[in-house]
């Protein structure tokens, strides 16, 4: 299969050369046609290192201003002759790829009516990093606010996140993936269309997924495939978990209707309001953006 990468950029220069460095054997199996670094107007060298990447078909493109991750990925995909491909894999800068790492998850979607294939994320010291996601529901955000997405996670399906390890060892299909790392189908693709550009950063990916679902095409996930992920600042950096959980929350409300979206945003609302009493700082900010969702945006970046 003709796989291109495409790479969205923001001040990533510290960790791009990593990732382009590991694509010649990432991509072992399959032909690498492609790989574009979109970068959001980066301060620091990101273009350089891309520029400088040898053995590779690399091309770079400027969006000239902090347009966001969706914005990134689809102008990632117009520097991209599609005619001349089968697949586009989407992956963050921070991301390492072991060797022939791509070509399980080009198989996966030889599958008719798999649109988007998901690789084992692991965390630099070869940890389970949890990357699935079941559908979000009112239901599952009640049970997190009272006892927490990881264990939620492990018991059942009660929780959105996938924690137990366990469900790590078999491949199927998930109702959505981190954005860190997608492999997209052209057929898909094209019948699915651009990425929100509305979501800033966070729940893009969550929006492209389901999107792909109403359409008929479901999100692979695939172990045999793995890629290591260095991981962003969402759990630690206030405006950035902050700007996520708004994101959860208006996407919510854009696909399910006015009346559920309120019920989901009190439930999240209580969820962090109680874990911003117990002092978790993080919290305390999306507690804050909850109830001034607008003024998020202004507060972040487009760094994962």
């Known amino acids: 299969m003709r796989v291109a990468v495409a790479i969205v950029t ?3 220069a510290s960790v791009l050369g990593g990732c382009l460095r590991s694509l010649t ?3 072992r199996g399959v032909e690498l046609a492609a790989v574009v670094v979109a970068d959001n107007d980066s301060a620091d060298d990101s273009l350089a290192v891309a520029r400088q990447a040898t053995g590779l078909p690399v091309r770079t493109v400027q969006l000239g201003r902090n347009a966001g991750y969706a914005a990134a990925i689809n102008a990632a995909v117009d520097a991209l002759d599609l005619d001349t491909l089968d697949a586009v894999y989407v992956i963050n800068p921070d991301c390492r790829l072991p060797p022939g790492s791509i070509a399980p998850l080009a ?15 692991v965390n630099p010291d070869g940890s389970l990093q949890p990357s699935l996601r079941r559908m979000p529901t009112v239901r599952r955000a009640v049970v997190e606010a009272v006892i927490g997405g990881d264990l939620a996670g492990r018991l059942g399906k009660l929780g959105e996140l996938v924690t137990d390890p366990r469900e790590y060892e078999r491949p199927g299909t998930f109702a959505w993936a981190t954005g860190a790392a997608l492999l997209l ?6 019948e699915v269309g651009r990425w929100d550009e509305s979501f800033f950063l966070y729940s893009e990916e969550t929006e492209y997924c389901l999107r792909a679902a109403d359409l008929g095409w479901t999100t692979w996930y695939e172990p045999r495939a793995v890629i290591e992920h260095i991981g962003g600042d969402s759990g630690t950096n206030p ?5 996520l959980i708004v994101n ?6 854009r696909r399910r209707g006015r009346l559920a979206g309120a019920a989901y945003h009190a439930v999240v609302l209580l969820g962090e309001g109680g874990r ?9 900010a999306s507690f804050a953006a909850l109830l001034r969702p ?5 507060w972040a970046g487009t760094a994962r």
């Open 10 to 12: 923001y001040n990533s």
């Open 25 to 27: 054997e990432g991509a």
């Open 107 to 121: 198989e996966a979607l030889r599958v008719p009516g798999r649109g988007i294939a998901v690789p084992y994320m």
């Open 185 to 190: 189908s052209v057929p898909a693709m094209r």
């Open 239 to 243: 405006a950035l978990a902050a700007l």
């Open 248 to 253: 959860k929350v208006k996407l919510f409300r």
């Open 276 to 284: 911003a009493l117990a002092g978790r700082r993080v919290s305390r």
């Open 294 to 298: 607008k003024a998020t945006r202004a």
